[in-house]
């Protein structure tokens, strides 16, 4: 692979960020190059295999599911969490029809499970962590919510890597990328806590009947122009850093996914930089994780070669991630009386129901929890669980699981 190399980080406190670095080819000749990093491709490969992506999915078509899977390289391990739909017309039976039948022809490594399992709230209750949980003790709805059960799953298969992807993506090939760049974004860092964030070169759109190649969509470019202002209020220096702010396509280190802080819905991204810059930037209070303050936090920003088109989910839920994406920032320990009457005003006719932007909904770190226990938890007991392994001697516990979900499992 060939990507632009890094010219320029901020540093904030520990926090080290990027500049935008695009991707100049896929593939690469292996030359000594001054102005761009070469990376061979075994070096992405041994990032793959230890590389967990994780599918949140909510009553998408399943023929773009379909595609994100079959795009995913195969030596990643895939976990998908579904809040899909399961009365009436079964989406989510429909997705476990999908992804058995697409294991047994790729024998590609995949676990799922459904975030309204039940057995899913009683392991989150054992291991100590019911922060996720609402009153019935169902894991809530949310995409954050269902990205942490994927976290957990991620590190009880023993991961070092995670990463995400969205299953509303109509082109297989930019989600193959994805995971590739995630993969040379770990390769570049010197931390063990790093994350890579990718930007969409560009988000095309159907205006007038034409395709239009979009670069910034309407709630990136002002969840960006608002964490930059954070940062350079703080600072003292204007900057521009920030292209990521609302990244669904991301990826961490498994290190860094265990101290992080996360926020609910939609502004899990957002909150992942207010996060690092409230505790490991240059007012942080009090050192929480001295290893991770020392080795410093590389945030990388991935410009894709592919386009992204995805499923238009509407003007509510734009107005929903915006609203979620702010209150991150004005809830910062950070954020100025200056900062906060800017997110007002930019929030003006969204916010007229309320006096002041609500609180987000936070989870605390995960990096407590027994993962293996929290799995074992729900093998054997869950209903929905599935974990479909490479290669045949996993037939027993196919079965097994199979039998559970109180269906026989053919053999291909
Ligand atoms: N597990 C899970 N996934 C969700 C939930 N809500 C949305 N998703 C999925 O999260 C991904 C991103 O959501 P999307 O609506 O496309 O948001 P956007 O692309 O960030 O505007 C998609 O794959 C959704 O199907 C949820 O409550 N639980
Ligand atoms: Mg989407």
Redesign the pocket.
């Known amino acids: 692979m060939l990507i632009d190399i890094s010219r320029r980080t901020e540093i904030f406190g520990s926090v080290k960020i990027h500049e935008l670095q695009r991707i100049l080819k896929l593939d690469s000749g292996g030359f000594e190059n001054p102005r761009a990093k070469d990376i061979p491709f075994n070096a992405i490969k041994d990032v793959l295999r230890r590389l967990a992506i994780i ?6 078509k399943i023929h773009l599911l379909d595609g994100v899977l079959r795009a995913i390289p195969f030596d990643c391990s895939v976990i998908v ?4 739909r399961r009365e009436n017309h079964d989406i989510y039976k429909m997705e476990q029809d999908m992804i058995t039948n697409f294991h047994e022809l790729t024998q590609q490594e995949i676990l799922s499970i459904h ?1 309204k399992d039940p057995e899913l709230g009683v392991a989150f209750y054992d291991v100590g962590y019911d922060f996720l949980l609402d009153r019935d003790d169902l894991v809530r ?3 954050s ?3 942490i ?2 976290m957990l799953l991620a590190k009880s298969l023993g991961k070092d890597f995670i990463g995400f992807a ?3 993506n109509y082109i297989p090939g930019s989600v193959r990328e994805y995971v590739m760049d995630y993969a040379a974004g770990f390769f570049m860092s010197e931390s063990p806590y790093s994350m890579v964030r990718l930007h969409w070169r560009y988000k095309p759109k159907v205006v007038e009947d034409r395709l239009y190649f979009k670069k910034w969509g309407r ?1 990136s470019e002002t969840t960006n122009k608002f964490l930059n202002l954070l940062l350079s209020t703080n600072t003292g220096f204007e900057t521009g850093v920030v292209v990521t702010g ?1 990244a ?1 396509e991301h990826a961490m280190t498994t290190k860094l996914a265990d101290i992080m802080s996360y926020s609910t ?2 502004s899990i991204e957002p909150y992942h930089f207010v996060y690092l810059f409230d505790a490991f930037g240059l007012k942080a209070e009090k050192i929480a994780y001295p290893d991770a303050t020392s080795a410093g936090i590389e945030i990388f920003q991935i410009e894709t070669l592919n386009p992204h088109l ?2 238009e ?1 509407g003007e509510e ?2 107005k929903n ?1 915006l609203l979620g994406s702010l209150c991150t920032v004005y809830n910062s320990k950070l954020c100025n009386d200056y900062v906060r009457s800017k997110v007002l005003e930019e929030l003006g006719n969204i916010l007229d129901l309320w006096e002041k932007p609500k609180k987000n909904i936070l989870m605390p770190p995960i990096g407590g929890i027994d993962a293996s226990k929290f799995r074992k938890l729900l093998e054997g007991k869950s209903e929905t669980y599935m974990c479909l392994k490479q290669g045949t001697t996993n037939e027993g516990e196919r079965e097994e699981e199979g039998r559970i979900r109180g269906e026989s499992i053919q053999s291909v």
């Open positions: 599918i949140p999915v909510k009553d998408e969490v579904s809040n899909s975030q709805d949310g995409k919510e269902g990205m059960i994927g969205d299953a509303d709630v609302n669904g819905g939609f995805h499923e989910k839920h734009i991630m």
